[in-house]
């Protein structure tokens, strides 16, 4: 964990800023921890063997690197920002891994970085606590970049293209949600914006004799259920990233509920609040007889639809601008 009390008046010191010495105890438990501080590894607070406080769970390093690069970017520009924080709510506390502070406290935002799955139910929970608590959340997976597979670009721009991205429940909950996703890059430190589209195969026809008739199947497109089609467009740095506040009506799905309130999401600075990134699979019917449509990934250009140019690439590791 990155954070933890120490004093008589229980004050929060967070891992990158303390000093080896003091006594520091656990904000949950109370219980005593050690600082882990060296040069190699990120610094941290540790609970003794065998604790059982949820603060004790183990986090990977780019769960950690994602709450303090987010902190250190909202505090670049002056603003209040917490690590590791309760938010008392009607259903009991919710600890925030960052917790955002409007300009003046006019409101508050909490970001939860996600790597680990999770279900439906917790996904719901979780989210109507902060709701309850006035508190909107944006929930931000991590981008692991050995899951994606093939990526291919879509030329001058800055979009990137897997057609086949298996995609996990809780990320599609997230995305239907949020309208998108914002993925933390941990190599590159920055942000990507993701929006998920049908994964479309096709099913080649075929036909056999049985009975003394001949039948046939297949010959048509079908959206798959294993895989997804994303769309990546940056990175973006975390500076350009801005919050803004949305209504959000409770919706109902057959596995899921969205619920209901004062929801949040990430906006880039100078940028329109109903931007939508301008990339999709699009049906194309042929230039030939029949009704045969084949899908395919096309870019808006000057309001127009057309096919994508697309380019085996990799992901950019640093923050780049395109022309």
């Given at each position: 964990?990155?954070?933890?009390v120490?004093?008589?008046?229980d004050?929060?010191?967070?891992?990158?800023?303390?000093?080896?010495?003091?006594?520091?105890?656990c904000?949950?438990?109370?219980?005593?921890?050690?600082?882990?501080k060296?040069?190699?590894?990120?610094?941290?607070?540790?609970?003794?063997?065998?604790?059982?406080?949820?603060?004790?769970?183990?986090?990977?390093?780019?769960?950690q690197?994602?709450?303090?690069d987010?902190a250190?970017?909202?505090?670049?520009?002056?603003?209040?920002c917490d690590?590791?924080i309760?938010?008392?709510?009607?259903?009991?506390d919710?600890?925030?891994?960052?917790?955002l502070?409007?300009?003046d406290?006019?409101?508050?935002?909490?970001?939860?970085?996600?790597?680990?799955?999770?279900?439906?139910?917790?996904?719901?929970?979780?989210?109507?606590?902060?709701?309850?608590?006035?508190?909107?959340?944006?929930?931000?997976?991590?981008?692991?970049?050995?899951?994606?597979?093939?990526?291919?670009?879509?030329?001058?721009?800055?979009?990137y293209?897997?057609?086949?991205?298996?995609?996990a429940?809780?990320?599609?909950?997230i995305h239907?949600?949020?309208?998108?996703?914002?993925?933390?890059d941990p190599?590159?430190?920055?942000v990507w914006?993701?929006?998920?589209?049908?994964?479309?195969?096709?099913?080649?026809?075929?036909?056999?004799f049985?009975?003394?008739?001949?039948?046939?199947?297949?010959g048509?497109?079908?959206?798959s259920?294993?895989?997804?089609?994303?769309?990546?467009?940056g990175?973006?740095?975390?500076s350009?990233?801005?919050v803004?506040?949305?209504?959000?009506?409770l919706?109902?799905?057959?596995?899921?509920?969205?619920?209901?309130?004062?929801?949040?999401?990430?906006?880039?600075a100078?940028e329109?609040?109903?931007?939508?990134m301008?990339?999709?699979i699009?049906?194309?019917?042929?230039?030939?007889?029949?009704?045969f449509?084949?899908?395919r990934?096309e870019?808006?250009v000057?309001?127009?639809?057309?096919?994508?140019?697309?380019e085996?690439?990799?992901?950019p590791?640093t923050?780049?601008?395109?022309?």
């Amino acid at each position: 964990m990155l954070v933890a009390v120490h004093g008589a008046d229980d004050k929060r010191v967070e891992a990158g800023h303390a000093a080896k010495g003091p006594a520091y105890s656990c904000p949950g438990c109370k219980a005593p921890v050690t600082l882990a501080k060296g040069r190699i590894r990120r610094p941290y607070f540790g609970h003794r063997p065998g604790a059982a406080c949820s603060y004790a769970a183990l986090e990977t390093w780019e769960h950690q690197q994602a709450k303090e690069d987010f902190a250190t970017a909202y505090r670049a520009r002056g603003l209040m920002c917490d690590v590791e924080i309760e938010v008392l709510s009607i259903d009991g506390d919710r600890r925030a891994d960052v917790l955002l502070h409007a300009p003046d406290d006019a409101y508050r935002v909490a970001l939860e970085v996600q790597n680990s799955p999770l279900d439906y139910t917790a996904l719901e929970v979780r989210t109507t606590a902060y709701l309850n608590a006035r508190v909107p959340v944006i929930w931000v997976p991590i981008l692991i970049r050995k899951r994606l597979g093939d990526v291919q670009r879509i030329a001058g721009t800055n979009i990137y293209y897997i057609s086949h991205f298996s995609a996990a429940p809780w990320q599609l909950w997230i995305h239907d949600l949020q309208g998108g996703l914002w993925y933390y890059d941990p190599v590159a430190r920055g942000v990507w914006r993701g929006v998920l589209d049908d994964c479309m195969l096709y099913r080649n026809p075929t036909t056999w004799f049985a009975d003394g008739d001949e039948h046939s199947a297949g010959g048509h497109w079908y959206s798959s259920e294993r895989w997804s089609s994303l769309f990546l467009e940056g990175p973006f740095d975390l500076s350009q990233l801005r919050v803004k506040r949305v209504k959000r009506a409770l919706r109902k799905r057959r596995a899921y509920h969205l619920p209901a309130g004062i929801g949040a999401d990430f906006i880039l600075a100078d940028e329109p609040r109903d931007y939508a990134m301008p990339a999709r699979i699009g049906r194309t019917k042929a230039d030939g007889p029949g009704d045969f449509h084949y899908y395919r990934a096309e870019h808006r250009v000057d309001n127009q639809w057309v096919s994508a140019s697309l380019e085996a690439s990799v992901l950019p590791d640093t923050i780049r601008t395109f022309e």
